[in-house]
């Protein structure tokens, strides 16, 4: 069978012959103009790669969607996303072969970096009526938006409580039958604000699932590596076979991005090295398949440690691609990230992507086919 099928948005794209252009890969080209339902009809027939007794359940991960501020306008669009992009990432995911049972935004879905709480209200209002117009509301995959810097920091880059609240407010509806577990001010990790709703976890058939606030204020750059590790312990006694974090900064920043993941320096107050590299400990001592983040505008992936927990960048949703990607084919597109869970203990990621239209980033994607750019295999050996 041919690794890609056709995705749609508003009407059926046609899938592009063309050489996978991903970070290391063996996934082949499409290889055939098919619609999706003639695809998922004559695998699932004769027991291919999508179906559905194979597939235990599978998920989407994508982040970083916010326009730059030059071109933010609220009284023509007033959720500062690239509507362009977001629009045809809801309909590709919603006539995915396979009804994906979550959709993970890992952050900064709107440009915020505001102290004034009424605007950032404003834009999360607008992106979520976004999504409840899209074809992906009522299709039964569950939306978890996951808070980015640009949605609980000022412009000053530092996180503060007003625009957490303001965050649960609006996106509570939607975290309310899987968060509230999480950490509560104080603790073994000293943490300013009640981040119950905010770091959380929750499980789902034999998966689960660790979301992460990675500014808590107060702790910046950071997460709550003491509750993680419990929370794991905790997962591990309920004999959980897979473990996801999805959260929006990476523990390690992309290669050409110096200072822009969880370890990035000492400060006088905050080892940040340190923290980061207990919570990837704890992660590698639970077998996590792999951490999935956003932040710097990229696909990539990478083991920090050979044989151990994958990490995976998803922050190519929409917003200007990082400089070193404009020059990459490797990482120049936009796209998701698909997350399966076979029935069979093993766990897979593939990359959809599309080009970035030379008219420019918010420019009208159609020309542009969607195809699969990498495929990985994420299962803990």
């Not at 999706?36 to 998920?59: H, L, N, P, Q, Y």
């Not at 970083?64 to 933010?72: G, P, Q």
């Not at 959709?103 to 900064?108: C, L, P, Q, T, V």
Request: aromatic share 10%; net charge negative.
């Amino acid at each position: 069978m041919p690794r890609s099928w056709i995705l749609a948005a508003a009407s059926l794209l046609v899938l592009a012959a063309c050489q996978s252009a991903s970070a290391p890969t063996d996934a082949a080209a499409p290889a055939s103009a098919r619609t999706a339902a003639a695809e998922r009809d004559d695998d699932e027939a004769d027991g291919g790669r999508f179906s559905t007794d194979r597939i235990r359940f599978s998920f989407v991960v994508v982040g970083c969607n916010r326009e730059d501020k030059a071109d933010t306008n609220s009284a023509v669009n007033p959720s500062t996303a690239n509507l362009e992009q977001l629009r045809r990432t809801y309909a590709e995911v919603a006539a995915l072969p396979v009804r994906p049972k979550f959709f993970f935004f890992a952050g900064d879905l709107v440009f915020g970096y505001t102290p004034d709480t009424a605007s950032l209200e404003s834009q999360l209002r607008a992106w979520r009526a976004e999504y409840d117009r899209s074809p992906l509301a009522g299709s039964g995959t569950v939306l978890i938006p996951v808070p980015g810097n640009h949605e609980v920091q000022n412009a000053k880059k530092i996180a503060y409580a007003a625009a957490e609240r303001t965050w649960l407010r609006v996106m509570g509806p939607d975290l309310a039958p899987y968060a509230g577990n999480g950490p509560a001010a104080g603790g073994a990790d000293g943490l300013a604000t009640d981040q119950g709703s905010l770091t959380y976890s929750f499980d789902y058939k034999n998966t689960h699932f660790l979301l992460l606030d990675t500014d808590p204020v107060g702790r910046d750059w950071t997460v709550p590596v003491k509750w993680i590790a419990s929370d794991l312990d905790r997962a591990a006694k309920r004999q959980a076979k897979h473990i996801i974090a999805i959260g929006h900064k990476p523990a390690f920043a992309a290669p050409q991005v110096a200072t822009d993941g969880l370890g990035h320096g000492v400060t006088a107050t905050v080892n940040y090295d340190a923290l980061r590299d207990e919570f990837w400990g704890a992660l590698e001592e639970h077998h996590a398949e792999a951490m999935i983040s956003a932040h710097n505008h990229v696909y990539l992936r990478q083991q920090p440690h050979a044989g151990g927990t994958w990490q995976v960048i998803s922050g190519n949703g929409g917003s200007p691609l990082e400089d070193f990607a404009q020059a990459n084919p490797a990482t120049r597109f936009f796209g998701f990230t698909v997350v399966t869970v076979w029935k069979d203990g093993r766990v897979t990621a593939t990359e959809y992507g599309r080009d970035v239209p030379a008219e420019g980033y918010l420019a009208p994607s159609g020309a542009y086919p969607t195809t699969v750019r990498d495929e990985v295999d994420l299962t803990w050996h």
